[in-house]
């Protein structure tokens, strides 16, 4: 089935949209993605956290761990505000489709997200152990916001943040394909209205994760 999805959208749709709408399957494919971002959120947090360890002792645990939580709770929050894009996106091309059969169709569409996070997570394994974080023990807001900005332009969390953003991208562009497919396949809508419903909430995405990275590299990608 989940081999389906991705070398045949449309015959996977065609069979799916005969059933009634399950969020069984979706729920299992967005709580493995959330279990695998959650890893890489804990070793970001535990770097994070070890920057300003030397202010409080089990920092860098308490920050790894809150970011894991974080980062698995924010993974099922993602899933519920995709569906809704999607739901009043294609209610307002004049979609036949159900809140519940949109967000069935989100939740298998962000398959290939699965690999992405998986990739991101190997990547998180080789780049941040190289990470040089000194841990700062003065309270002192220009000193806090100076290794602040080391730690953002540090050699291997640039070249990572630049990597994890391509492949995000990457993997958000077939995302934005199965989508289409979904909702011209069981929303009832031509191909090019179908395309812009999971067009435009992916391209606002890639925009925003765009700026982000400028920001989190100081500009210099």
Not at 185 to 200: E, R, W
Request: neutral net charge; aromatic residues 10%; proline residues 5%.
């Amino acid at each position: 089935m989940i081999t389906e999805i991705l070398t045949n959208p449309r015959a996977f749709f065609g069979t799916i949209c005969t059933n009634e709408p399950s969020l069984k399957i979706p729920a299992i494919i967005i709580f493995v993605m959330a279990i695998v971002g959650s890893l890489t959120g804990y070793m970001m947090g535990e770097l994070s956290g070890k920057l300003f360890s030397g202010m409080m002792e089990g920092l860098a645990t308490i920050a790894a761990v809150s970011a894991a939580i974080t980062t698995f709770i924010s993974t099922f929050v993602i899933w519920l505000v995709a569906a809704v894009i999607l739901f009043g996106l294609q209610k307002i091309m004049q979609g036949t489709g159900t809140f519940k059969r949109v967000m069935e169709i989100c939740g298998y569409g962000m398959v290939p997200l699965v690999f992405a996070t998986i990739i991101t997570l190997l990547l998180s394994g080789y780049y941040i152990p190289q990470a040089d974080i000194s841990p700062i023990r003065s309270t002192n807001p220009e000193e806090i916001s100076q290794a602040a900005m080391s730690m953002m332009l540090d050699p291997a969390l640039h070249e990572f943040s630049i990597i994890s953003t391509i492949v995000t991208i990457i993997f958000l562009i077939w995302v934005a394909n199965i989508w289409s497919i979904g909702v011209e396949t069981c929303c009832g809508l031509p191909a090019k209205k179908a395309l812009i419903v999971a067009g435009l909430p992916v391209l606002i995405y890639i925009a925003y994760t765009l700026s982000s990275l400028l920001l989190f590299t100081g500009g210099s990608v």
